[in-house]
């Protein structure tokens, strides 16, 4: 019998890193997979894009969660997942990342009993105030294997008493990233913004830390000001943002537009000036496309990012942040390779046929 894969999605970083994971469980002997949408992300923009563009199977279940709060959202995500994973009886349940989706997948498969697979392991801002740090110590502390994209996060476990089920596969967004690139025509796309390369910056501002509190969005709004006095800022915006920007004013030569498909934001990461963002995911796809990039955080979980001299730290402050990019923009480190070689998706399979095997 095949090893019987189910997948849980539910938030756009989600999507484009499960989409080469399924095509390659799709391509093997010995596995089967389905995808589950929790519907935490349900926009057109923020999710059925993403599954037209990344050529992502229809869900086996929708379940239209949709938007609450973290034990609202997180609670019917459980209640949903019970009785799919009932249903289905899988041999194993993946899930990516850091979201609520994520820990609902990992806490109800282990409660019923069912192994979990957790892709991106290991991560750790260490920040305890963030949703999505204690997402990942728990579905962490519940996986069974541990999918870390490099060797810092299999030391973090390490430290945490995790050993093991730990193997360093990689980083699933950059198999996304090399099958996205061939198909972008970023000439196009920049034309489209009527933008030219290298003078435009790219941001992207959404954490609940940095929208949530109307000081540090201000600030981070001044900073962008500051910023866009150089060249023009694009700002694809979260809908947790846009309301938000749109009741403090959008700041001169910045322009607010709405979230952008993977394929288009990914030319347009490659070739601004540079990126700012408080997006995770976001931060390694900069680093691969060799654009400069300052992390709107106080910590980052990407610090190998930060250690090579791409990626710099800006906390909200309009002069800490212009200061940033102006650092960014001075200097071209050496580039070497991170979180692997693109070939995540291969590795993730090869163990889980191992652990079928077993
Ligand atoms: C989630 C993740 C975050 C990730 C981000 C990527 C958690 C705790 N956070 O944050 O780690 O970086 O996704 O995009 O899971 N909303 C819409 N339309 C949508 C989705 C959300 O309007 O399609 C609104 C909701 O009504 C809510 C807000 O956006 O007000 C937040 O949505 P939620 O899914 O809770 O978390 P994200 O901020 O997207």
Redesign the pocket.
Known sequence: MPLKTVTVV????EFVQTAPLAREIASRDGITGGLVHTG????Y???ELFFSQLELPEPIYHLGV???S?GV?TGAMLAELDRVYLAERPDIVITH??????LAAALSAAKLGIPVAHVEAGLRSWNRAM??EL?RVVTDHLADLLFCPGQTAADNLRREGIATGVAVVGDLMQDSLHWTMRSIDTAATLDHHGLRPGEYFFATI???EN?DDEARLRAILAGLEKVAAVHPLLLPA???TRPRIRDLGVPPGVRLIDPVGHPEAMALVKEAAAVLTD???LQKEVYWLETPCVTVRTETEWVETVQVGWNRLADADPSSIELAVEAALAERPDHPDLYGDGHAARNIVDHLLTFARN
Do not use: K, L
């Open positions: 539910g938030a756009r970083p935490q992300h349900y926009d923009e923020m999710s949709g938007s609450g973290h959202q990342g850091d979201t609520n989706s994520t949703p999505e997402n959404h954490r609940a929208t979260h809908p947790r997006s995770g995911g």
